[in-house]
């Protein structure tokens, strides 16, 4: 998948206006990314990739970009 | 001689979702118990394993894929007329996935309800045609504490699971004319292979923090088998549209 339409689907499920996200944000500086999201972003992910994200590893993400890098190359430029 | 008031020597037993966690260890105590054991799960390979170890004699390995909802009450027909008759039915089928009600499309909540309630509801139908139980049979749902405590995230699996719970208390009222007894167990936290993936979704601080509202710690499969051999063997012969709490006092706190 194209890192373009991976953002957009995360904009989608954080409710953003299409075209949010441009995968420089720091999560902390989202208000939408909350324990839900979380939630919401592993099924997300489940769903599209068939890949269970472990909690320590995406506890530690800081950036969107980090969210990215967690899915090994799933989501490319 | 020691009396076993659970004993279940020569009796059919189904038991879904055999192919690990709650179902497979539920397979291997009534087979113990002295059931005859018919083991069904869409994975022939692992149903397999199971078959090879349970104790004694008479079982066998159905795989059966219970999303064909329409097709379960030819398919149990079919194993009670190739057996005999069953006196008692473990779904111990499901699934849990979280998704917080924002994300929870159609399909999502088509799919959680279709395996965890509608593959409940087909069964009780079938087990009650004509030739398919004895006269006491025990029909037991593997509910969840689920069904009575509310958790973020997991809003769709909450509600199918209180809707087994209701399920049961109204078919031990319809199906006491046949002389099945329906009722439900509902575990909180097991460790299991689905408890693992709810685990590898939390950080090992988030799940430490989670494991505090367990006074007595989280489940292992054998404790859900022993609830339900309990209910399908003579020793609830009385116990019909109930729903037994396991849960290690999460609810008590």
Redesign the interface.
């Known amino acids: 998948m194209k890192t373009k339409e991976f953002l957009a689907l995360l904009d989608d499920m954080l409710e953003l206006d299409p075209g949010t996200l441009t995968g420089a944000e720091q999560l902390s500086d989202i208000p939408e990314w909350d324990s839900l999201a979380v939630i919401s972003f592993i099924a997300l992910v489940d769903e599209q990739f068939d890949l269970i994200l472990e909690g320590e590893k995406l506890a530690e993400a800081k950036s969107v970009r980090d969210l990215i890098n967690l899915l090994g190359g799933r989501v490319t430029d | 001689m020691p009396v076993n008031p659970m004993d279940l020597t020569g009796r059919h037993v189904l038991v879904t979702g055999a192919s690990s966690g709650i179902g497979r260890a539920s397979a291997l105590l009534l087979a113990q118990l002295g059931a005859h054991v018919t083991v069904t799960g869409r994975d022939a390979g692992r149903l397999a394993e199971t078959l090879e170890r349970m104790e004694g004699e008479g079982h066998r390995a159905a795989p059966f894929d219970l999303g064909a909802i329409d097709e379960i009450p030819a398919w149990l027909k079919g194993l009670a007329s190739a057996g005999k008759p069953f006196a008692g039915l473990a779904h111990c089928a499901g699934i849990q996935?979280?998704?917080?009600i924002?994300?929870a499309d159609e399909a999502f909540m088509s799919d959680m309800f279709r395996v965890n309630i509608s593959s409940g509801l087909a069964l009780a139908r079938a087990i009650r045609q004509r030739g398919c139980a004895v006269e006491g049979a025990g029909l037991v749902f593997v509910a969840s504490a689920s069904a009575f405590v509310g958790q973020?995230?997991n809003v769709v699996y909450c509600a199918a699971k209180g809707a087994l719970v209701s399920a049961a208390r109204a078919l031990a009222v319809e199906l006491a004319r046949d002389r099945i007894r329906v009722n439900c167990v509902c575990p909180a936290l097991v460790d299991t292979e689905m408890a693992d993936?709810f685990?590898?979704?939390?950080?090992?601080?988030?799940?430490q923090d989670y494991l505090k509202h367990y006074p007595m710690g989280i489940g292992k499969p054998e404790d859900v088998a022993n609830a339900i051999a309990f209910l399908i063997a003579d020793t609830a012969r009385w116990m019909t549209g109930t729903s037994l709490l396991l849960d290690g006092g999460l609810l008590a706190g």
Request: hydrophobic share 20%.
């Open positions: 996935v979280s998704k917080p924002r994300s973020a995230g993936r685990r590898s979704t939390m950080s090992e601080t988030q799940f």
